[in-house]
């Protein structure tokens, strides 16, 4: 029998867990009412799908009522940026965030420029570490909402993100964070930090796909995008109850996992040990991100290979039974760059021939030196076509 799939791409590394898994069943098969109805099954499954706020909002340090269920991180997004925008004085129309942030926060500011709200792009520091001096120096009067990642999706850099909200907060500006990598993979008390809005998504801690949540921080106005009863009229349409539940049973999960930082520890030297493995296997091979490791998240490396091209780097692994994936997973397919590596500076032609590595807490020793080898020999074996047709 052939060698079982190594999975090291950021959307396919957590797998829903088994226990998440029962949630959505049960979901289906027993709690399949509307929560919405009067009638007692349909209060029943109420109770489940607030028992899931309660395990969300456990998990990142608030009350249930601040938790807000999205179909993920996107909307998540939308919700925030655009509910903040609508609800702002008129006077109010400029958003501060960055060009590394995921295509789901670039992509609205850009559509909102193109109706007159006015984009301020963070400067950068190397590794792509957001400059939070050069960041405070652009809130003025006119600044509705400024929206920065925790951590980064392509390199794992670690913001800060305490410093930003600290600046928002003395200017009663909005501070918007994007916490999708972050949340399930390291301990989050938001309660004790400056942050007044938080997009989560399920399938980064091993819940469903389709399934998130935006955290609201009391006192923050927003307006709902989608309009109707639900989640306390701040996002209409009847829940998602599977999601919701397997949201619910991820974040119970992933709380008792976060009680041990050995764990996290220990993936992280795997981590540690893939990028030595493949530096001393490509010598020429660079890791893009913060050189120093405590500002990188312990799952994620990013490695780029001069002179190759990350498609076909990737389909040959994916031949060899490895997935990775290249720039945003979402725009894997496309032959442009990652426009978030080349905002942080990485030359071009590094650019075209990174990867991304993303390990989760299944990942193994196993699967760390089996995934380096094989990137190792793809790298070779691609170099070697290329000269061949040189
Ligand atoms: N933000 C970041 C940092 C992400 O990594 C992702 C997912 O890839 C998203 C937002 C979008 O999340 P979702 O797929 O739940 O909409």
Redesign the pocket.
Known sequence: MGRATIYLD??ATTRPLPEVVDAVQRALVEHWQNPSSIHRPGQSVRQQVELARQSVAKLVGVRPREVIFT?????S?DLAIRGVLTAAPESRRTIVTTRI??E??RDLCESLSASGISIRHAPLLPGGIVDAEGLEAMLDESVALVSV?W???ETGSIQPVERIGEACRARKIAFHC?G??WVGKMPTDLGSTPIDLL?L????FHAP??I?ALIVRPGVRIRPVLRGVQEQERRGGTENVPGILGLGAGAELASAWLEDVSERERLGALRDRFERLVLEGVPDAVVNGPAELSLRLWNTTNIGFPGLEAEALLLLLSERGVCASAG???SSGSLDPSPVLLAMGVAEPIAHGSLRFSLSRETTREDIEAGAQTVIECVARLRRSAARLA
Not at 71 to 75: I, Q, R, Y
Not at 201 to 204: A, C, L, Q, T
């Open positions: 950021n959307n179909s993920g991180a996107t909307e997004i942030e995921h789901a926060v990642q951590a980064n999706n994007d999708s990598q997009s998504s399920g399938h980064k796909k389709g998130g945003a997973a979402c």
